[in-house]
Structure formats: C-alpha cells, structure tokens
C-alpha cells in the first residue's frame, strides 16, 4: 500500500468504523497520522482491477526494543467484498510479509461480536489468548475485546 491508495483505503476503513465492530476509531484519521502510526514494510492493498477491495496493515505495540517484533493488525475488506474469503487471504499475506520484516508476533484486539474476523484469525493460526472486559466505551457502550495471538515458526525460535 502506498499514499495512492489512501482515499480507497480510508473509504473502506470508513465502512468499517460504521459497522461499529470493527474497531473503536470515530473516524477516518488522515493519512499523516496513519502512516505514523503503522509500519511501512507491512502495509497491503487487495486490488479487484484498479479497484482498492481490502487492505491490512500492521502497528507496532509498544516503542520499547524488546517488543520490537511484536505488532498490532489491522484487516479491513470493503463491504460489497465481504464473506469472499478476501480477508483471509489479506491476513495470510500480511502474516508472510510480517515475517519477512523480523515480527514474530501479531496480535488482534477483535469486538466478540466481529465474528468473520474471529474466523480469519483462527483459519490463519491465531489463538485466542484472553478477553479485556469492559476495556473501552464506544458510543457510550462499555465494549470487551478478544485478544487473538499467532507466533512465527520461523522468526525468533532461537
């Protein structure tokens, strides 16, 4: 994904938002902070033509060095795309390039009720790790979150 791609992507993030599941983001930031904000080796498009249908991308957790190879996913796909199995396929690119750039960890923070993402993230070897109860308010409304881990296989086993 490049800055070209940002008014497609931010259009579908926007959808996202509006499902009120998909994350507890308001609105669409601007590209600045964005892209301050993920990593730029990890960043995705899925293309239908020329049309932008999906995107991932990653952030880091933490600036600490030890947490260095540990990042945070983000795997939106537009509404008219949905229940193709494009996020899979988006998640399963964005674990390659992930290790490709050193992570060895990924983690997902997923509303209960995001239950396509849910899937995703167990077909792609996610493991569910824990439930952050009452964790933020979205809309006035106390909201849990999942908490979904994978570790590399090849990256950091030594």
Known sequence: MTAQYWPAVAEI???GIATGYATF???VPDYEHWDKAHLSSCRLVALEGQTVVGWAALCPVSG???YGGVAEV????AMAHRGKGLGE???DRLIK???EAGLWTLQSGIFPENVGSIQIHEKTGFRLIGK???IGKLHGVWKDNLI???RSNHVGTD
């Open 64 to 66: 600490r060095c030890v």
């Open 13 to 15: 993030y926007k959808e």
């Open 148 to 150: 979904f881990e994978r």
């Open 97 to 99: 390039v992930s290790e």
């Open 74 to 77: 983000s795997v939106y796909v």
């Open 25 to 27: 983001e308001l609105e």
């Open 89 to 91: 396929k988006l998640l």
């Open 132 to 134: 952050r109860e009452r």
